[in-house]
């Protein structure tokens, strides 16, 4: 059965700083995803990693995979405000249906 | 417009009563899920279905039912109702994973 846990599970950071969230899963899949959650929304995504040393950015976040290690991660640069949301990672089944399991979520709150 | 549209928005049913949650796909992916979302569990999943007339179980099926007679439809069924179902229940679906996975807006289910 596939397990993936997430940590922290609360982050509490300044404008500015830089911080990284981990994702760890128990069993072999090569998909593994990103999501964001504003409160009372859907979930947003944020990246598809595909492969082993996937590596992505997109402004201030950057999401990296170790299929080897079973770890993602998802690293915040100087972080702003308008970052304050949840985030999850999500990973594939590798067998029928490409179920998806997710992490318990971070929140995020980045403070002036 | 295309996309994945859940139905009702808001619901509030008395315990013991059936209720089912809608849900709708433009793009004709194959793949669909039925997600619920509490506090301190992530998203867990329902049920889930390959195709038309594929359905199986997920992580939590009990006390749900569905069924996909056409593949842009996938309803939720509580059969009867209890406090526990109270949850936010979200719709997804995919094609084969490599684009990611796209969430309905949710629908906030009270059990009373």
């Known amino acids: 059965e596939l397990k993936v846990e997430q940590n922290p599970l609360f982050l509490s950071m300044q404008e500015g700083k830089n911080y990284t969230i981990y994702c760890n899963y128990s069993?072999?899949?090569?998909?593994l995803y990103w999501y964001r959650q504003d409160p009372g929304k859907s979930l947003e995504s944020l990246f598809v990693?595909?492969?082993?040393?996937a590596v992505k950015q997109e402004g201030r976040l950057m999401a990296s995979l170790d299929t080897k290690a079973r770890l993602s991660t998802l690293h915040i640069t100087a972080a702003v405000h308008d970052l304050s949301a949840t985030y999850f990672c999500?990973?594939?089944?590798?067998?029928?249906?490409?179920?998806?399991?997710f992490g318990t979520g971070t929140r995020l709150q980045v403070t002036l | 417009d295309a996309g994945i549209t859940q139905s009702p928005r808001y619901k509030i049913t008395e315990t013991g009563r059936q209720v089912t949650l809608m849900c709708h796909q433009t793009?004709?992916?194959?793949?669909m899920f039925w997600y619920r979302q509490d506090l301190g569990h992530g998203l867990r999943l329902i049920y889930y279905?390959?195709?038309?007339?594929?359905?199986d179980k997920g992580e939590v099926p009990d006390g749900y039912v569905v069924s996909r007679s056409k593949t842009e439809n996938f309803p939720l069924t509580l059969e009867s109702a209890t406090r526990s179902q109270t949850s936010v229940y979200f719709c997804?679906?995919?094609?084969?994973?490599?684009?990611?996975?796209?969430f309905g807006s949710g629908t906030r289910l009270t059990v009373v």
């Open positions: 997804a679906s995919t094609e084969a994973g490599l684009r990611g996975y796209t």
């Open positions: 069993t072999t899949s090569d998909r």
């Open positions: 990693l595909l492969s082993n040393g």
């Open positions: 999500a990973v594939a089944d590798t067998g029928t249906a490409s179920k998806l399991t």
């Open positions: 793009w004709s992916h194959s793949y």
């Open positions: 279905s390959a195709a038309a007339d594929i359905t």
